[in-house]
């Protein structure tokens, strides 16, 4: 999906490979009440944060939890979207507000149809999903072998 995608460039047509690699809360590396989601964008990182009121806020409005799953798949959206539309590339870090955050969370689920089918990250395997393992993820009800 989009933690590890490429995207054209809307004004120069440049693909760009874009690839997840890594998720920081950003209140300890620079005093921010956010979470960074970190890309390598042709070989150069980009940031996109995504501000920690979001988690609040999705929870509030449906009492389920952003995973780390969810927060990279969303923020990978957004980047697509951001280079696709050409807004203004080059940039090292983009910030979303609560509502971008909210309606990419909600548009990433709407693809996959449930959290259990994101893939894991660090992309071990390619063919596992977190849905696949018998543990809980943050925000879910129930383990695959309760499910069963």
């Known amino acids: 999906m989009y933690e590890d995608f490429v995207a054209t460039d809307r004004w120069t047509s440049e693909k760009l490979h874009c690839v997840w690699k890594g998720t920081v809360v950003a209140i300890a590396t620079r005093h921010a009440d956010a ?11 980009l940031w996109i944060a995504m501000p920690n ?5 999705h929870k509030r409005r ?12 969303a923020a990978g ?7 696709e ?6 940039r090292e870090m983009y910030t979303m507000t609560v509502d971008e955050v909210l309606r990419e969370v ?7 149809g449930h959290t259990s089918n994101l893939p894991s990250l660090p992309v071990v395997d390619r063919d596992a999903h977190p849905g ?17």
């Open 53 to 57: 009121l979001a988690w609040v806020e």
């Open 85 to 90: 539309s050409g807004y203004d590339n080059g």
């Open 77 to 83: 959206r957004y980047l697509k979207q951001a280079i």
């Open 106 to 112: 909600s548009a990433v689920v709407e693809e996959v």
């Open 132 to 148: 696949e393992f018998d543990f809980k993820l943050p925000g879910e009800p129930q383990t695959v072998a309760e499910s069963a």
């Open 35 to 45: 979470t960074d989601i970190r890309f390598a964008v042709n070989g150069k990182p």
């Open 62 to 73: 449906n009492g389920k939890v952003i995973t780390d799953f969810l927060a990279a798949q």
